[in-house]
DNA sequence: TCCGGCAATGTTAACGATCACAACGGAGCT
DNA sequence: AGCTCCGTTGTGATCGTTAACATTGCCGGA
C-alpha cells in the first residue's frame, strides 16, 4: 500500500480513501491511485483490514452435509448471489443437525470473525442452538422454527402442499393420501399442515399420514403399503424422491400412473419431468430464496443492528406434468 | 491475549506459545495459561495471525455452481474432511466453466489469501486458466486435464467404464452402445475411452456414439432414437440421470427394461436404486476423492512447495442391480 | 570456580490496513 | 482584512498476533 502511495504521490491514507471509495478524494487523485494500483497489480490484504475493523468480507453458511436437493440448491443460490456483492461465502457443514453440531458450527465460523451468518436449520432441534447464541452477528435463518427465529427466510410449504392437495382433489379424487418428510423438520410439518388444511377445507375424510425421511427408499417402502390398499387413487408426497419410490413400489403391484393412482410431489428436482411419467410436483424458487436471505443479511450488516425480527415467505408455484389424472368411474366407493 | 497473559501471571508470547503448541513452555504454565484461556473465554483472532503469518486456515474451492450430482458431492465430501483438520472452507461457484470465469473465481480465493485452493475442473477450458496462475498457491485439481495439471486427483473413468461396458457384454449382448456426457469434459471423455476400448478389447462392432449433456432430458432425446432401433440391447450411460431419461423414451415406445434393452449407468445417485427398474450402475467413491485431495493439499502446504507432481486415481466400483439381463433369444441379427 | 549451553520466558518490532484527528488552503461572508 | 467553514490531504496510533532477538537461571563439564 506505501508502494502504491509513493508511487500515485500521495499518501498511504488517500490510497486508502479510493480504495473505500471515500467521497471527499478529487476525481484527480482517484485516478493516479487506481493507476499506480493497476500498474503495481496491488490488491489489499483482507487480513489487515479485518483485524483493525473487526469484521471480515465473508459470510458464513451452516447447512448439513447431506446432499438433499433443497439445502444444496439453497446453498449454490445464495453463494452466487452473495458473489455478486464481493462477500465470500465459507461452509460448515454438519453431519446431523442437533444442537451439538450446530453450536459447533456456528462457533468455527465465529471464530472466523465472519460479517454474517446464514443457518439452514429445517429442524427443531437447530432452534437452541441459535438462542444460546450470545454474540451479536447478523443472523438470518433459512427453514427454521417459526415461533424462535428472529429473522428468517422461508418457503411456504404451507401453500405449496395445499395447492398440491387441492389440484389432486380438483381431478376429482374423494381424498389425498400423506407420504410426508421426517417429523422433526419445519418444512415437512408445514407440507402435513397444508395437506390437512386442504382436505379439511374440502370438508373431506383426512386418511392417516404415512412418515417417509425424504429418500426414495421411504417411498418405496410406505408405497408398498399404500399399493395394497384399493382405495388409494392420490398420494401427495413430500418431496419428488420420495415419489420417485412411490412410483417403483405401484410399478411392481400393478398400479399404473395415472390411471390407478395420482401422484404429486414436490421440490422439482431436474429430473422430475423425466420420471415416468412425468412428475406433478412443487416447485419451491430457491433462487428468491437466496436473494431474500443475502437481502436481509446485508440489511443486518450495513445497519449494524443484528436480529431484525423480519420475516420473508416465498410462495411455490405447482407445476402440471402427467402424474394426476382422475379417478377411474366407479374405482372407489 | 493481554488479558489472558496478565491473568496467567505470563506475558502475551508465552501465551502465544501455548496456542501453538511450542516446545519450550513448562508443563506448569501450559496449565496455567490454559485455565486463564478457558475462564476469559478468550479465542485467538485469526485476522490477525493470517496478518502476521501471511496465510490462512482456509481452502478455497472453485467449483460450478449446477447442482450436478459428482461435483456437489465432492464438494460437500471435501468441506467434511478439511472441518476435521481445522481448516474453512470457501466457496466460490462459477456459472460456466470458461477460462474467464474460473480465473476470476480463482483471484477472488487469492484476494482471501486461501492457504490452498481446489479447482474442480472438468473441462478442457479451465487448463489455460490454471496454467497462468502466477502465484505459488498450493492446488490440487479435481477431474481436471491429464495433461496439464501437476497435482491432480481424478476418479478412474475408463475403468469405471470398461467395467460396466464388459458387464453388458458378459450378459450376452452383441455390442453396447454409448450415450455419453458434453463432450468437452474430461469425465465424459474418459469414459467413452473406457467403453471403446471395453469393445475393442472384445472385438466387437463399435457403435456410433450419441452425445448428452448429463441431463435426463438428453437421456430422453437420445433414448427416442434408439428406442426405434431393434438393434439396440444394451447402452451404457455417462451417468444415471441420463439413464433415467432413456428409461422414459424406451418406456414410451413400449421396450422393456431389462427385457428388451440393458442399461447401466454411472454415478450412483441415491434415487438409482428406486428406479422402475432399480439402476445397475458405477459408483465412483467421492470420499476417496475428497480425502485424496485434502492429503495432497494438506502435504503442500505443509511443506510450503507448490505443485508437486503427483497423480491419484480412484477406483470405481459396479453396484448390481436388476436393469442388465441377457438379450432375448434371436432378437437381433 | 568459571563458563558454555540450553530451556524457559520476556521485550520489541513488525504485518497492512483503518480511524481519529490535525493541517492546509480556498471560498464566501461580514 | 479577518473569520469561519468545508473539502482535501497527511500524520500518528491502533487492531491482535507471531518472529526475532534478548534475558534469565540452572546444569554440567573443564
Not at 49 to 77: D, E, F, H, K
Not at 121 to 137: E, I, M, Q
Not at 221 to 240: H, I, S, Y
Not at 271 to 293: C, G
Request: net charge negative; hydrophobic share 45%; charged share 20%.
Amino acid at each position: 500500500m506505501m508502494d502504491v502511495a509513493r508511487l500515485a504521490g500521495v499518501s498511504h491514507q488517500t490510497v486508502s480513501r479510493v480504495l473505500n471509495e471515500h467521497k471527499n478524494v478529487s476525481e484527480q487523485t482517484r485516478l493516479k491511485v487506481r493507476a499506480a494500483i493497476a500498474e503495481l497489480g496491488y490488491r489489499p490484504d483482507r487480513a489487515a483490514r479485518a483485524l483493525v475493523t473487526g469484521t471480515s468480507q465473508v459470510i458464513g453458511v451452516v447447512t448439513q452435509n447431506s446432499s438433499l436437493y433443497g439445502p444444496a440448491s439453497m446453498l449454490t443460490a445464495f453463494e452466487e448471489a452473495a458473489q455478486a456483492t464481493g462477500f465470500a461465502v465459507n461452509v460448515g457443514s454438519v453431519r446431523s443437525l442437533d444442537e451439538r453440531s450446530i453450536s459447533d458450527a456456528v462457533e468455527r465460523h465465529l471464530d472466523q470473525r465472519v460479517a454474517g451468518l446464514v443457518v439452514i436449520a429445517p429442524v427443531a432441534s437447530a432452534g437452541p442452538a441459535l438462542a444460546n447464541l450470545h454474540a451479536d452477528v447478523p443472523l438470518v435463518t433459512i427453514d427454521g422454527d417459526p415461533e424462535r427465529s428472529s429473522t428468517l427466510v422461508t418457503v411456504d410449504q404451507v401453500a405449496g402442499a395445499r395447492a398440491a392437495t387441492r389440484h389432486l382433489l380438483a381431478a376429482g379424487h374423494q381424498t389425498v393420501w400423506h407420504i410426508s418428510g421426517p417429523s422433526d423438520w419445519f418444512d415437512s410439518a408445514g407440507r402435513v399442515r397444508g395437506w390437512e388444511a386442504a382436505l379439511q377445507e374440502a370438508g373431506v375424510e383426512i386418511p392417516p399420514l404415512l412418515t417417509g425421511d425424504w429418500s426414495a427408499g421411504s417411498g418405496y417402502r410406505n408405497g408398498q403399503l399404500l399399493a395394497r390398499l384399493p382405495d388409494v387413487t392420490a398420494v401427495f408426497t413430500a418431496n419428488d424422491h420420495i415419489a420417485l419410490g412411490l412410483l417403483r413400489a405401484l410399478n411392481e403391484h400393478g398400479r399404473r400412473v395415472p390411471a390407478d393412482v395420482s401422484i404429486v410431489g414436490f421440490d422439482d428436482v431436474p429430473e422430475a419431468a423425466y420420471f415416468s411419467p412425468p412428475l406433478t410436483t412443487v416447485r419451491p424458487d430457491f433462487a428468491a430464496v437466496a436473494t431474500a436471505t443475502l437481502e436481509l443479511l446485508m440489511t443486518q450488516i450495513e445497519s449494524g443492528t443484528s436480529r431484525i425480527g423480519t420475516r420473508r415467505t416465498i410462495a411455490p408455484m405447482l407445476v402440471d406434468r402427467d402424474s394426476v389424472a382422475p379417478p377411474r368411474a366407479g374405482a372407489t366407493h
